[in-house]
């Protein structure tokens, strides 16, 4: 859509500040725009920075599952889950079956539960603003109550313990659990219906943003952005951590690498955590959930690992060097998002500054995670 | 060794990174390393088998040739860099850790680089992959890393006019309470500090 | 020319005044700049200058009455606490029957929700917010971030507490709060206003 002119034209600076009607949190883009079309992107993150790797380093494991907890907000169970099995193999826990069972049906809900609040914000920067956030928000709703029942609280739960868990859940629980999976399928329903043959909804994301496979591989992104490139990797099938390889799901992969496919892998991935759920609730038999001997204090013998998770936005990871204490000498989260954020240059650069929104949006990001 | 075993050895303290040290396993046959030896046979590399990975060891020069040909040689096939890191072990000197993973051939390795205190440069991995750009300059404003090669080197994470000192150094403490960040506001500020930097 | 008084002795060529050199500002200087909190100034309204002092209590609490039945708070979620903020907006926990309603521009703002922590670099932005919103308005710090610092308190970067800036009208304590705790907040919002109505213009 060319068209010529002889006018002088500038190109403007233009900030999209830390406050923006967005809700994706204090993030900054400076674009260059020329009329309507992005010419350059500097994204400048960093203001919800907080020092959760420094504070980790002076607090027990345990006490660092808070911050973990903190650190991704949207799905705080898979954060947990990274740090509590990179302690686990350090110090070489066996963990007890009901509570690997207990622990994937919680990643689980919570990968629901994220994709959930991704399709609200998303939505309402496509355009649609108040209805599929509302659906959405009333789905989590749902699976926030199971999640106050068993933890005790409605989001951040520090729930999982090196070992096992904290508490056992509740007595009805699998009861209640199977109750909300069948509003969950009818809401995820809900939103397909609404949201993925729309007219508006795919001309606003079909074409836009697009990332080749070898671009994805090159700046380290993860999860679904790099499914939705076309590479089929998925940390649960390819390196299965807890006990995922006994469950049957399928992964689902992109062809464009463009918003769209982004949001149909994210949809999809919801309908296949409801799959691994269910199983694990036919699974899921009495026993312990702890072991048998666990220490007060807990030290880690001298050593090193990296374990990652695949968390609901990408490769959320655990790099701790324990120097036989009780405290990390140090803890680094590799977060999925501030790997993502990396590309945000190259999708958006060419398009037009309200498909930037759209690009950002689907990125998924919590600020959290990206700045710690 | 066993964890029991382990844990004995050790002396409790941050001074465990020597004690782990002693610990150190080699890889076993048949490990990455072994893949990393017959691709590159000139490059001095020492390994050991930390919990998961095989953890190589490499000095500055050789870093970049490592990491590239980790990526290009068709038998390690290192694609993915999954997380670069600095550690700081204070007067042993500052560390970059990398981890890679490769997709095709489903193995993984961690390739460490270890520069003086008082010389910290390392190399910039982004000749080789350009997803290692922020967490360079994490590192750079974290650690007081020097990544030579980096397109851009500015603060990331900090604002911008506050990187005085580095902050997950050791040497730098927490706060301790409330009133604390207030007072030292006000003292420094009485003070003058005629070109003094918070250290 | 004529009668001119005798010319002053020429004078010599003063040397420039002293200026002192301009010193660089140092990395403390610049954080207690950041940290500076706004001036607090309530403003008087039109009406209190206009009216009869006999109609001045009346007019006060239908003033108020109007004001507390239609907060409009900006959106400024920062962190965490911005997932329970925009959870109580929706349908579960409604904040709309109560005349509340999301706004994203400080101009049009009655209320800021401070949900989140806030670190030293954003604080300048917090600042200017504030300044952007028109009287009356008012300020909620929503979660333990916002109160004093909360688990993040003992990193340098964060800033202690958002009161340290702005000044805060109410405290919602929680990490997060629940929905619950937040509209009790607003609660408490709408009784405070009441019941200033006639100390504040």
Redesign the interface.
Known sequence: MAVEHDLETMEIPVNM?????S?H??FRMVLKVDGERVVELVPH???????????CE?MDYRQGI??HD?TE??APFHAELALVIAVE????LEVPERAEQIRIIMAELNRITSHM?FVGAFSADAGVFGTA??YA??E??YIQDIFEEVTGD???YGYFRPGGLAWDVPDDFVERVRAVLEHTRQGIDDIDNLLTKNEVFMARTRGIGAMSAEEA?????SGPMLRACG?R?DLRK??PYCIYDRFDFDVPVGQYGDVYDRYLVRLEEMRQSVRIVEQALEGLRDGPIMPKKMRRRL?T????????VEAPRG?Y?V?I?????DKP??M?I?SAC??N??GLRDMVVGHFVADAVVILGSIDMV??EV?? | MSSEERLEKFRPGRDGHEARKALRVPPPRGSVFDLFKEALPDVPMEAYQAVKDVVIEVSRGDVIRVLRTAKEDPRLDFRWLRCLSGVDYMDKGLEVVYHLHSYTRNHDVTVKVRCPQGDPRVPSATAVWRGADWYEREAAEMFGLVFEGHPNLVPLLLPEDMTDHHPLRKDNPLAEIEEWQGDRLAGRAEEGAGGEEEG | MSGSAPAAPPREPQAPPEVPARREKTGIEREAERLTPVEFDRGKAPYRRVLPGVLLAPADTVVAMARKSSLWPLTFGLACCAIEMIATYMSHHDLDRFGIMPWPSPRQADVMIVAGTVTKKMAPSVKLLYEQMPNPKWVIAMGACAINGGPYTRYDRVLQGVDKIIPVDVYVPGCPPRPEALLDGFLALQRKIMAERSAVG
């Open positions: 500040g830390p406050q923006h009607p809700t949190g204090v993150i960093g203001y919800l920075h907080r020092g959760a790797e420094k504070l002076n808070g911050i903190r907000y949207l193999k350090l110090m070489g609040m956030f509302t928000f009333r989590r709703e409605r989001t951040m591989i090159d700046w380290g992104l590479v990797h390819a390196q030290r013998p001298p050593g090193e690992i990296y374990q990652g490769e990871g790099y060097v324990s120097d036989g204490t000498y140090r680094k590799r501030f790997a954020l990396m600020l959290g700045d710690r």
